[in-house]
T-cell receptor, first 114, second 113 residues
Framework: GAVVSQHPSRVICKSGTSVKIECRSLDFQATTMFWYRQFPKQSLMLMAT?????????EQGVEKDKFLINHASLTLSTLTVTSAHPEDSSFYIC??????????FGEGSWLTVV | GENVEQHPSTLSVQEGDSAVIKCTYS??????FPWYKQELGKGPQLIIDIRSNVGEKKDQRIAVTLNKTAKHFSLHITETQPEDSAVYFCAAGFNQAGTALIFGKGTTLSVSS
């Protein structure tokens, strides 16, 4: 099946710094990718929809200036957590849909802010 | 917007038994219902999906049923094995590229041998 790759799988950063997470669709083009956040033992919370060549659409309550999303090509979307704080520590997961909207997820990125 | 309810939150079965997880959705316009399996520390893996023009779909030990009138769909796992232990999420959305899925809260399935 389709593959979505996410990098890095784990990252530790200092409070106040920024960290970038990449999401790539490996064998299909994805005009739209989705970014989710997941806290331990909880479900996936949609953060934003990333649209190739245009601005991302953020869900209510998600700070767009803090979670910068760039979708510069049909196979790559990036999420940058700016001025990270310990409360931003979480599991971030991206997903991408094929033409029929079958959605595949990346392996996720664990972010720890110390 | 869409709201998805999932039950039970935890499910424990003996190896070889069947497991059933149920979900309801609120938006009658939703027409795509996938199920994902998530193992600890990993991203969700699509295991089966169903679209609203189909009432049932089966793939080996896994089956999904959909009742559009009642707006609920279920995952059935037969002959469960310890490796089936994971968190399972149902989701609802549209069969249209570029639209996000809304997820249930997940069911932690434990299969004991």
């Amino acid at each position: 099946g389709a593959v979505v790759s996410q990098h890095p799988s784990r990252v530790i950063c200092k409070s106040g710094t920024s960290v970038k997470i990449e999401c790539r669709s490996l064998d299909f083009q994805a005009t739209t990718m989705f970014w989710y956040r997941q806290f331990p033992k909880q479900s996936l919370m949609l953060m934003a929809t990333s649209n190739e060549g245009s601005k991302a659409t953020y869900e209510q309550g998600v700070e767009k200036d803090k979670f910068l999303i760039n979708h510069a090509s049909l196979t790559l979307s990036t999420l940058t957590v700016t001025s990270a704080h310990p409360e931003d520590s979480s599991f971030y997961i991206c997903s991408a849909g094929t033409g029929g909207n079958t959605i595949y997820f990346g392996e996720g990125s664990w972010l720890t802010v110390v | 917007g869409e709201n998805v309810e999932q039950h039970p939150s935890t499910l424990s079965v003996q190896e070889g038994d069947s497991a059933v997880i149920k979900c309801t959705y609120s938006d009658s316009a939703s027409n795509y219902f996938p199920w994902y399996k998530q193992e600890l520390g990993k991203g969700p893996q699509l295991i089966i999906d169903i679209r609203s023009n189909v009432g049932e779909k089966k793939d080996q030990r896994i089956a999904v049923t959909l009742n559009k009138t009642a707006k609920h769909f279920s995952l059935h796992i037969t002959e469960t094995q310890p490796e089936d232990s994971a968190v399972y999420f149902c989701a609802a959305g549209f069969n249209q590229a570029g639209t996000a899925l809304i997820f249930g809260k997940g069911t932690t399935l434990s299969v004991s041998s």
